[in-house]
């Protein structure tokens, strides 16, 4: 399975921008879908999730900015970013989880960069 991440890119403090994550099979079992984070100087950390019934969770650094949302039909995960401060900055990353009686794996697509200027 991949997962391509698109929608990065510069803009200004106060600004939005709607990241994509496409998978290359069907998401609908995909539980969760996630959007993580890689800021400079600093680990990667959790941005929001979103489960297969469509439960969403956010970290307290975005909740209120940030919506998280999937498209099974379109195999498509979003993050739709608001209010984008200089410290979103970062490379956003998708992943997914799915999980059998038998095995769990997981999915991770290659990162855009989102640059906020103040």
């Known amino acids: 399975v991949r997962l391509v991440v698109s929608g990065g890119g510069l803009v200004q403090a106060g600004g939005s921008l709607r990241l994509s994550c496409a998978a290359s099979?069907?998401?609908?079992?995909?539980?969760?879908m996630a959007w993580y984070r890689q800021t400079p100087g600093n680990q990667r950390e959790l941005v929001a999730t979103?489960?297969?019934?469509?439960?969403?969770h956010y970290a307290s650094f975005v909740k209120g900015r940030f919506t998280i949302s999937r498209d099974n039909s379109k195999n498509t995960m979003y993050l739709q970013m608001n209010g984008l401060k200089p410290e979103d900055t970062g490379v956003y990353l998708c992943?997914?989880?799915?999980?059998?009686?038998?095995?769990?794996?997981?999915?991770w697509g290659k990162g855009t960069l989102v640059t906020v200027s103040s």
């Open positions: 979103i489960s297969n019934i469509g439960a969403e």
């Open positions: 992943a997914a989880w799915y999980e059998t009686d038998y095995y769990e794996t997981d999915y």
């Open positions: 099979s069907n998401i609908a079992s995909f539980n969760p």
